[in-house]
């Protein structure tokens, strides 16, 4: 008896590496969900509620193929170009208009978020067929995972991160785009076409979020259309707890969240490890009301001034 | 490079701040504008840069209508901008200040070489962040990164605000040397009254939005004239 109900939480190798396994997949998820909402958000002052339903059209881009015979990878590439396209529809029509106009553009994008995922449940229906994760799982005593989301994925992530720091700190583009974020008025008195930066950000933004559909599409079971949720709830408890710097706050925030919500999830279930996720975040958010990049930036200011 | 500004209105969300300025800049001249605090020379500035769309009025720069074009299309057009304050991005090593600079005129052309020359400091500290430099630095930073796209008309806002005397009088006949060995067109506003004498070929006094006269050669030399200007 005692055996019995001590065994789960006897700890062994195994336990380990099923635990750092849930935080890698916790953590690619994260990192993946948030990047496009923090470039977004970090360089325009914008936060895109309909952010989830990009990713969401990332998906729906990859399924439709995919299902119409389409090899996965190719079809991938469909989700990305999809969420592209769209995104620079949506930042000419709508969001120009809401630049630095933090709850304004929450408004707007919310609204466009319950449009998209409306459309698609009447051009679609309540799902598509799901699609099985490629790579198959290891085994390991009594745990198995799988390889592409506790793998993969995580891996992805990582690469986006060090690609968009190359882009942000090595690309003309990138220190233009960073001039632009600092003062875009001294920056279009420079010759930067600030618009298009805006255009060029809000479309990389979108990019992201059609890869992380896309990514996703063969991880997550049914695919129905308020799966954007799942993502933004995420993505936006990131960014919040990340700040304001996109690359240094997505990483903090990432590896914060995922170590509370994969220990949760793995001790106590997925509910207990969600819950975890944005208890921590309330309690981030007390300590460090501008985010874990925001105090980085405050300690280095600090210290600067000592000196 | 010639500017004209003719019947010039303008001001920020419904206010207005200049009324009826007309001004001229003849190329390769330096021409100054003297004022108080608060009579609208960063805003003139600003109207001409395209930074703030004018009410009324005309800007043109040799012959080419400019007034509601973009400040982007300024600077495309051979105008280099040194704000008030300098405004150089802190976040950004002054060798990334110096890529920005770039966008301005219409050519590929650069001047590294004659900027690094001009200031030194800006090659050995080419990796430093720009926030952390002094207030010298950051208006030499300014000054340059206006420079290296080879402008045909630089527009500087108070180049003296903020600068030590001593830096002051070195940023001044840096700004000779560049109208003397480009041709470069200078357009600034001052109320330093050495910045002024020392830099200004003529100058133009401005007061509650409006020009109010038209200094020649011999008129900069006249300290009480210019004084009625700059003293409160």
Redesign the interface.
Known sequence: MIAATAAPLTFSAYSLIALLFQFLNSFGFIVLATVGLAIIFGMMGVINLAHGEFILIGVYGTALPFHAGVPLPVAMIGGVVAATVFGVLVERTIVNRFYDRLLDSMVATWGLALVVSQLLLIVFGSSLDSISAPMGSVAYGPFSSSIYRSVFLPLVAVAVLVGLYALFTRTEFGIKARATIEDPETARAMGIDTDRMYTVTFAIGSALAGLTGALYAPALGSITPNRGSTFLVEAFVAVVVGGPSVIVGTLSAAGVLSVFNATGSFLFGTFIGQMLLLLVAIVALRALPNGISGYLDDWQQRRRAEE | MTLEVAGLDAGYGGTPILRDVDLTVNDGEIVGIVGRNGVGKTTLLKAI???LDPEAGTVRVDGTDLTHE???V???SGIG?V?QGR?V????TVE??L???E???DSDETRYEQVYDYFPILEERADQDAG?MSGGQQQMLAIG?ALV?DPDLLVVDEPSEGVQPSIVQSITSDLERINEEFGTTILFVEQNLSVIQGLSERCYAIDHGTIVDEIDADGVRDRERLEEYLVV
């Open positions: 840069m395209g930074l973009p400040a982007d300024h600077a495309r901008y704000p405004d991005f802190p976040g950004l990334q200040n890529t920005i600079g966008g301005i005129g952390t990164r796209g």
